[in-house]
């Protein structure tokens, strides 16, 4: 716990610049949904009815960012034996596939798909997406 809370501590500006990245993109997505719904007689559709009635053709984002957050927070760092290309382009080539199985996929997914497709992206973008030095 004392290492936890060295580690906490000499991270604070890192923290803190996170906090208010996070703040502000929230921030921003609650003013474009506000808009979107002052111009939803235009048929713009809002952040909720994406969320809520198109989750199905969201699969791809969902293994999307779990990849992301993996790729952010989890890295790992290997030697230079192959170009890192070849992973991004194993990552994206799945993102590309469930992109089009989403778009022939009915109904509502399950939870427990939603978080297998986040946790399988995160898993494949650690393995197969390094950082090569």
């Known amino acids: 716990m004392n290492k936890l809370h060295r580690f906490l501590k000499s991270h604070l500006s890192e923290i803190r610049t996170i906090k208010i990245v996070v703040a502000s993109l929230l921030a921003l997505m609650v003013l474009i949904d506000i808009v979107l ?39 790992r760092k290997v030697g230079e034996q192959e170009k890192e290309a070849t992973g991004l382009l194993a990552f994206f080539s799945m993102v590309f596939l469930l992109f089009v199985l989403g778009r022939n996929l009915e109904g509502e997914p399950s939870l427990f798909l939603q978080v297998l497709l986040m946790i399988s992206g995160g898993i494949l973008a650690y393995r197969a997406w390094p950082q090569y030095q």
Do not use: C, D, Q
């Open 37 to 75: 719904v002052m111009l939803e007689g235009k048929e713009f559709p809002t952040f909720s009815y994406v969320v809520k009635n198109l989750r199905h053709r969201l699969i791809w984002f969902t293994f999307l960012y779990g990849g992301l957050v993996a790729k952010i927070f989890f890295n």
